[in-house]
Nanobody, 123 residues
């Protein structure tokens, strides 16, 4: 059974940092593209970042470019989202997602999702 578990969220002041983790079981993340999404209260879910496979090409929403970094730890079967210089508009529930047919980050419909981790940026 495939399971994705996000962690690392929390409450942070503007300008602060968090590192989110997406750990997989029953599925080897290294073989596939992995996406991070977020959903703010009252807003639609939006894509934040993606890392492709096998070349690890990274993509970012314009709103997070230069502040967020996505990376893999292949040994731990984990994908991270390092978030620096956080802003209040980064607040939301962050989800990781992947799919056995997703490699280049162009897949729109993803089969496997985590339960999400809450990020709150506030002073």
């Amino acid at each position: 059974q495939v399971q994705l578990v996000e962690s690392g969220g929390g409450l942070v002041q503007p300008g602060g940092s968090l590192r989110l983790s997406c750990v997989a079981s029953g599925f080897t993340l290294d073989y596939y593209a992995v996406n991070w999404f977020r959903q703010a209260p009252g807003k639609e879910r939006e894509g934040v970042s993606c890392i492709s496979s096998p070349d690890d090409i990274t993509y970012y929403n314009d709103s997070v470019k230069g502040r967020f970094t996505i990376a893999r730890n292949k040994v731990l079967n984990t994908v991270y989202l390092q978030m620096n210089n956080l802003k209040p508009e980064d607040t939301g529930v962050y989800y990781c997602a992947t799919d056995p047919s997703s490699f280049d980050c162009s897949q729109l419909h993803l089969k496997y999702w985590g339960q999400g981790t809450q990020v709150a940026v506030s002073s």
